[in-house]
């Protein structure tokens, strides 16, 4: 599937940044200036899901994976997963978002707008949104009011993460009055993730909203109480069922294979990581033969320890599972289960353990479900894990939203905000675990900035003490 759509992305690019004014004086009707909503709105979909949610091309996904101690490389230190980082490795990163993502969700909006297609309007506002928000919260301050204006402005100053967070929460507020506006004409088979509903789209709307309220509990300026209360009012109208699930599917066949799946090919030799592995043992958890598969070899879930000193045969570790590994596996981006969680943790804020008692429970029966697990042994693992309390809330709350959101990029925020899963650096360790990644050398080059000092052990805006 990437193969089939970098093109497209490339064309939709090539018309808003600087190329209008050469194919307007040459005429050239082989390369169109006026790009219809349908054939910018499919690329950027795939390309959110194979290089922003699944680092194609890149490294920032599976990084952060390394950071959480979910996936491990079976390489001799120093490596990403030993926090060894240069700025050049997110070279490829930044261009994913900017050029490839956001770039082109700006003129999917521009374009909308103009032609009065408010639902496509809508939707390029909701994955701005989240493509921003998953920008700021790897790097903090980053270029957004200024940029997308092709030569008039190359080295556009960056915003402060807490602007870019009002602004999150703006084109969040402006898709939904979008959505609002019934406008007959709405995406089809160009919208893989919802083929058109816009209701579920105004339903991921309101969960982003949640989420991006609930990221800012220990910001300066913000206090726990209210972002809970503003996430809760939000997710009166967030998804309701797994049938809500924001994901990129998966046919498995030659060119559109799940992202993860690639990943996990030998030649990248990335493996499950043995912290990730473990906790399911320890857990007793019923989900372990979906979320990992046997390693080859010996038929045990064996997880590699991160910076070990010698390399071990791939066919002794485990990979992914099926449920989310396999060639045809959906890639999520935005679920149920993490509403849900949102729900349970915001609901203990305000109202203590007893109140969000059920809603965890139901965010892990909601994931439990989804990856087909008997209603005996989730109530089972349930019944072991225990009732919330004050002493214990956040951490089972968010051990089980990480094991629910199994290779997002949510997972890393959640772990720098709350401390949970808890984790400590890994052998060989060359600093603290990182709680941001660099700039790329490429943005250090061209727009030099001064943020762009910040360490992988610096803090970012929200991720007070």
Known sequence: ???????????????????????????????????????????????????????????????????????????????????????????????????????????????????????????????????????????????????????????????????IYTQIQTLLDNAIADIAKNTTTVPTGDDFYYGGDMS?????????????????????????????????????????????????????????????????????????????????????????????????????????????EDIGSLESYSLGGSFYASTSSNNYIVTYSEALFLKAEATFVLSGATAAQPVYLLAVKSHMSKLGIADADVNTYLASRGTLTSANAMQLIMEEKSVANFLSMENYTDWRRTGFPALTKVKNALSDIPRRVLYPQSEMTSNPQSQQSAKLTDRVWWDAQ
């Open 200 to 308: 579920k789209w105004k339903k991921a709307a309101y969960t982003l909203k949640a989420r991006y309220y609930m990221h800012l509990t220990k910001a300066p300026g913000h206090t726990a109480a209210a972002q809970a209360q503003l996430a809760l009012t939000a997710l009166e109208n967030g998804m309701v069922s797994n049938d809500d699930d924001m994901k990129m599917p998966f046919t498995g066949g030659a060119g559109a294979e799940n992202p993860w799946q690639q990943n996990f090919l030998p030649g990248s030799t990335l493996v499950l990581a043995s912290t990730f592995v473990d906790g399911f043992k320890t857990r007793k958890d019923p989900r372990l033969s979906k979320m990992v598969a046997p390693a080859i070899e010996t038929g045990l879930y064996t997880g590699r320890q991160i910076g070990l």
């Open 1 to 163: 599937m990437k193969n089939k759509y970098i093109t497209l992305v490339t064309c939709a690019l090539v018309s808003f940044t600087g190329c209008k004014k050469y194919i307007d004086v040459n005429h050239d009707p082989n390369r169109p200036i006026d790009v219809k909503e349908s054939l910018i709105l499919a690329p950027v979909e795939a390309a959110i899901s194979q290089n922003i949610t699944a680092a194609g091309g890149a490294n920032l996904a599976i990084v952060l994976q390394q950071y959480l101690q979910v996936i491990a490389l079976n390489q001799v230190p120093p490596n990403f997963g030993t926090y060894l980082m240069y700025h050049q490795d997110m070279d490829s990163d930044w261009y994913n978002f900017y050029v490839q993502v956001m770039n082109n969700l700006v003129l999917l909006n521009k374009k909308a707008e103009a032609d009065g297609n408010a639902n496509y309007a809508g939707i390029s506002k909701i994955l701005l949104a989240y493509t921003l928000g998953s920008a700021t919260d790897a790097w903090g301050d980053v270029p957004y009011s200024k940029s997308f204006q092709g030569t008039d402005n190359l080295t556009p100053t960056y915003d402060s993460q807490e602007a």
